[in-house]
Nanobody
C-alpha cells in the first residue's frame, strides 16, 4: 500500500508565499516513483494540473503559475514540494498531490487528500 500526505496549506495575503509538501510512503511492497505532480481545484472549477516533475526528467508548469511556482523532489524522502511565490487570489483552491508509481507487479496512481490554500486580504 502507498499513501500520500500533503501539508503546508493555509491562509496567506496576496503577494505572499507558501511551500507545500507531498510525502509518499508505503509498506509491504517496494515501490518506485515515476512522476509526481500538483493539481488544484477551486469551487465550480475542474481539477487542473499546476506542476509536475518526472523522475530523472523534466518539469511542467501551467501557464498561470509559470515564473511564480517551483516544483522539486527530495528522492531520499520520496517527497515533492511546491514553492508558491507571488500568490494571487485566483490561486485559492484545494491542492492535491498525485504520485505515479510502480511495483514489480503493477503501475498505479495515488492521490492525497488535499490541502487548502486561501489567498485573501
Amino acid at each position: 500500500q502507498v499513501h500520500v500526505v500533503e501539508s503546508g496549506g493555509g491562509l496567506v495575503q496576496p503577494g505572499g508565499s507558501l511551500r507545500l509538501s507531498c510525502a509518499a510512503s508505503g509498506s509491504g511492497s517496494i515501490f518506485s516513483i515515476n512522476a509526481m505532480g500538483w493539481y488544484r481545484q477551486a469551487p465550480g472549477k475542474q481539477r487542473e494540473l499546476v506542476a509536475s516533475i518526472i523522475t530523472g526528467g523534466s518539469e511542467h508548469y501551467a501557464d498561470s503559475v509559470k515564473g511564480r511556482f517551483t516544483i522539486s523532489r527530495d528522492y531520499a524522502k520520496n517527497t515533492a514540494y511546491l514553492q508558491m511565490n507571488s500568490l494571487k487570489p485566483e490561486d485559492t483552491a484545494v491542492y492535491y498531490c498525485n504520485v505515479d508509481a510502480s511495483t514489480e507487479l503493477r503501475d498505479f496512481e495515488v492521490w492525497g487528500q488535499g490541502t487548502l490554500v486561501t489567498v485573501t486580504s
